[in-house]
Nanobody, 127 residues
Framework: QVHLVESGGGSVQSGGSLTLSCTASGNTASTNCMAWFRQAPGKEREAVAALYVTIGRSYYADSAKGRFTVSQDKAKYTMTLQMNNLRPEDAGRYYC????????????????????WGQGTQVTVSS
């Protein structure tokens, strides 16, 4: 199946930028949507952004709109999350998920839609 590995996490100050990457291997043809979720200590995992790779359409949580950008490098089978103007509330462990969604536009933020996950990468933001 598909194997996902995240990288790029780190520590930044408020207003800084960070770029996360998720590299896929295995049967990538069976995955039509890739997403970024994050989880802070004591809080539920929440959707941040997603990419409907079949058509190149991206989706964003309200908290990420205008600050985050998701893109892909097809040659490297990598999905990238560019995060700008980071805030303390953006801190958490970021996970990459992959799945074969029936309706990505309306279900991209539903965690159960994704069948495979990476190990996550930690992001901290200081004020």
């Amino acid at each position: 199946q598909v194997h996902l590995v995240e990288s790029g996490g780190g520590s930044v100050q408020s207003g800084g930028s960070l770029t996360l990457s998720c590299t896929a291997s295995g049967n990538t043809a069976s995955t039509n949507c890739m997403a970024w979720f994050r989880q802070a200590p004591g809080k539920e995992r929440e959707a941040v952004a997603a990419l409907y790779v079949t058509i190149g359409r991206s989706y964003y949580a309200d908290s990420a709109k205008g600050r985050f950008t998701v893109s892909q490098d097809k040659a490297k089978y990598t999905m990238t999350l560019q995060m700008n103007n980071l805030r303390p509330e953006d801190a958490g462990r970021y996970y990459c998920g992959g799945g074969d969604l029936v309706q990505p536009a309306s279900h991209w933020a539903v965690m159960s839609q994704y069948t495979t996950w990476g190990q996550g990468t930690q992001v901290t933001v200081s004020s």
